[in-house]
């Protein structure tokens, strides 16, 4: 049988773990610039924790783990007659891989609220997974890079939130990505004056396929939800929304005056839009989208999504946004927090498609010893001992040399390599050192070896 990986996963050759790499200390170095702190939580979480947070289509996308043991046992026979797979899963699945690190982390909050400083500001780099159909920068298994601060509503750290992903798309070198923004008290808002505030639900889910589906798409998946004609008539305007953040301000607030939710929405996302003009950005552009949801039950202020650099096909390269009591399902009430993601798996694709990766080295000796006499291995070991201690990368080839064919052989593995200098024999204490991208070569003690390879 042919070996393979499961759809929607991917093995990572050394250059593309280190691109990644890359991508992670980028990031990482920005969270830390901003104050935030490292947490880690389990690749799998209770089921209970999960369930229930992400909307009806989220709960579809979360893998569920089998209990150990005979985990049908349990399972009443009239129960498995139904082959009703929602009601048994209940019963043979207790746990699951979790589906983002947000929750997590509001579970992470909650246990340990007695021992962290409010607000809290948490960076958090790990994998997650969805039972997601796998395309183009769609993957069942990729990582999330998270920052959140709970504890806090003031809405200077949505301001700082938008700075940080400048700083970070800036410092990679995409340039004009857009920050798109939006705020779930606004499209709470638009539902209730357009008559339609018990299906606030289907209707923000709807409205944030307008880019994939279309206009017609949206209308359809509205009328099959059960909001009229006549509501969707009234929310039309906004699948054509154009002009300035500023204008678009006035067009939201002329559109909201019958809803004081509406209209906090809009003074909130003004104080952020007023906020960035004064403050400027490196390279990316904010913009209002009032179509944007997101499609996550949690959100309840501002809603954020980054757009990859105009001319790339991609889908949103990272998102977030404000949850005011997102650890109330856990039992901490009043405890607003807001955060943001980067989709590392998706921002790899954006530069390697941009050529942004030409300075990123894989990791290689900056010294190879060549192996072509046994005796001499030790001496060169202990050698290659003393550089370590003094932070040169270095290694001795393995296998010992015994013929032309093997030492070209060693000679081909520096180039693949391409690794700077090579010793290729002792001689009277001494080592023969060659610098392969000037062609010197000298005899010198290990002691001058650190001077001539620094």
Request: a neutral charge; glycine letters at 8%; hydrophobic letters at 35%.
């Amino acid at each position: 049988m042919k070996p393979s990986i499961p759809k929607g996963t991917r093995d990572f050759s050394s250059k593309e773990v280190t691109q990644r790499n890359y991508i992670f200390s980028t990031i990482k170095h920005a969270f830390e610039l901003f104050g935030f702190q490292p947490i880690e939580t389990p690749s799998f979480e209770n089921s209970s924790t999960l369930m229930g947070k992400y909307g009806e289509e989220g709960d579809r996308l979360i893998f569920k783990i089998l209990n150990s043991g005979d985990f049908l046992k349990k399972v009443d026979d009239q129960l498995l007659s139904l082959k009703d797979s929602t009601k048994v899963t209940t019963k043979i699945s207790e746990k699951a891989l979790r589906y983002d690190l947000t929750v997590p982390f509001a579970r992470y909050v909650v246990q340990h609220q007695n021992e962290i400083t409010f607000p809290f500001k948490r960076y958090q780099i790990q994998p997650v997974w969805r039972a997601d159909r796998p395309q183009k920068g769609r993957f069942r298994e990729f990582f999330q890079c998270d920052a959140d601060v709970v504890g806090s509503k003031s809405l200077w750290q949505e301001v700082e939130f938008i700075q940080l992903y400048d700083t970070v798309f800036s410092k990679l070198g995409l340039q004009g990505t857009t920050i798109k923004m939006n705020n779930r008290k606004i499209l709470s808002g638009i539902a209730e004056v357009i008559g339609a505030k018990d299906k606030l639900i289907d209707f923000t889910v709807a409205l944030d396929k307008l880019d994939k589906i279309g206009k017609e798409g949206v209308v359809k998946e509205m009328l099959a939800k059960g909001i009229t004609e006549e509501a969707i008539e009234k929310v039309t305007p906004l699948f054509d929304f154009t002009g300035t953040n500023s204008e678009n301000l006035v067009s939201l607030e002329n559109m909201l005056k019958g809803s004081e939710e509406g209209l906090k929405g809009v003074e909130e996302l003004r104080f952020i839009v007023n906020s960035i003009e004064e403050l400027g950005l490196q390279s990316a552009k904010l913009t209002l989208d009032v179509t944007l949801a997101r499609g996550l039950n949690y959100y309840t202020g501002a809603i954020f999504e980054v757009a990859a650099p105009e001319g790339v096909k991609m889908g949103s390269i990272g998102g977030g946004g404000r949850y005011d009591d997102l650890t109330g399902i856990f039992g901490l009430k009043d405890v607003s927090g807001v955060g943001i993601s980067f989709g590392l798996d998706r921002i790899y694709l954006v530069m390697e498609e941009l050529g942004l990766f030409k300075t990123v080295e894989l990791p290689k000796p900056k010294v190879l010893f060549l192996n072509f006499d046994e005796n001499e291995s030790l001496t060169k070991v202990k050698a290659i001992n003393t550089l370590r201690e003094n932070g040169i990368k270095s290694e001795l080839y393995p296998d010992v040399a015994t013929s032309n064919k093997q030492q070209k052989k060693q000679f081909k593995y520096a180039d693949n390599r391409n690794i700077e200098f090579v010793v290729s024999e002792i001689e009277a204490d001494k080592f023969k050192i060659k610098d392969r991208n000037t062609g010197e070569q000298k005899v010198l003690t290990i002691n001058e070896i650190l001077t001539f390879v620094k």
